[in-house]
């Protein structure tokens, strides 16, 4: 039996890059899945092509910084497949500008969507855990950056540091409820979000060059694999941890 089968998985952030990649790998592992995002024609087709695999897969249009809209999916979802047992929190944005330069604007921006979206969509998904009574597997998507600084991302750095403390903190509250929160920290993986620097060939030698051990850049299906891992029993007795994923970045 696959390891996931009878599990629903809630992702948000589903119609690109790590968000998508989870979803379909969530899905192969024998859940079915509601894949949410802004970006309706996209999380249209990735919807469409992963219920075409034969799993189970439905979509809704989210924004992770809306409590109303969020509250009333999850609603929805229970009517139709009970509540959610795995929550794979992937959606976030990034804004590169110099610490000088950073309008309130683009603070807020980042700091919405990455950190108090996580706030709403977890607080959300682990209320309905809690009252339904059943078992659940929380996990965040934060960043190497929420463990380490890099230049020009002082918001999104803000905001995944955030995302660490915040899975350590439901970790513990969540604990006797018998859900389990933990993070992804994924290095440098080939998105959208990074292709300021994978388009630019100097900029990725740069990386592969002095910063990544492993001399190349992450795969979003690596991340996912992560994702599917913390989200299943395999990683039943683990809780509170953030798993990076940037082939020996840290390291340095
Ligand atoms: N790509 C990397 O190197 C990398 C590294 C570390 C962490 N991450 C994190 O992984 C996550 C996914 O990033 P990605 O690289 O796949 O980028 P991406 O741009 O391909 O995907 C991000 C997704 O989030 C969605 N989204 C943005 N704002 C939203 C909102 N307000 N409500 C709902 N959905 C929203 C977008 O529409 C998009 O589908 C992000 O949280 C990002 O910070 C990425």
């Known amino acids: 039996m696959m390891r996931l ?28 899945v509601v894949l949410t995002d802004i970006e309706k024609n996209r999380l249209d087709e990735v919807t469409q092509s992963i219920a075409d695999t034969g799993a189970q897969a439905i979509s809704y249009l989210l924004d992770v910084r809306d409590r109303a809209q969020i509250q009333a999916i999850f609603d929805d979802v229970e009517q139709k497949w009970g509540v959610p047992h ?23 921006r980042v700091l919405d969507i ?5 706030f709403l969509v977890t607080q959300i998904a682990a209320r309905a855990m809690v009252k339904a009574n059943i078992p659940g597997s929380i996990v965040m998507m934060a960043s190497t950056n929420g463990l380490v600084a890099e230049e020009d991302l002082a918001p999104y750095n803000a905001s ?47 990386y592969e ?18 994702v599917a891992f913390l989200a299943s029993d395999d990683a039943s007795y683990v809780t509170g941890h953030s798993l990076v994923v940037d082939g020996g970045q840290l390291t340095f």
């Not at 599990?7 to 899905?27: C, M, P």
């Not at 794979?88 to 330069?101: M, P, Q, R, S």
């Not at 990455?114 to 996580?118: D, R, Y």
């Not at 513990?172 to 080939?190: T, W």
């Open 86 to 108: 795995i929550l794979a929190h992937i959606a976030g944005t990034v804004v590169v500008e110099h610490y000088l330069d950073i309008s309130d604007e683009n603070w807020n």
């Open 114 to 118: 990455n950190l108090k979206g996580t």
């Open 160 to 206: 995944k540091f955030g995302v660490v403390g915040l899975t350590k903190t439901m970790a513990i509250d969540l604990a006797r409820f018998n859900i389990r929160v933990n993070s992804v920290n994924p290095g440098l993986i080939k998105t959208r979000l990074t292709s300021s620097i994978w388009e630019d060939p100097a900029a990725t030698k740069a």
């Open 209 to 226: 060059d002095q910063r990544i051990p492993m001399r190349r850049l992450g795969t979003p299906e690596e991340v996912a694999a992560c």
């Open 5 to 32: 089968a009878e599990r629903t998985a809630f992702v948000t952030g589903a119609a690109n890059g790590i968000g998508e990649a989870s979803a379909r790998r969530l899905a192969a592992d024998g859940a079915r």
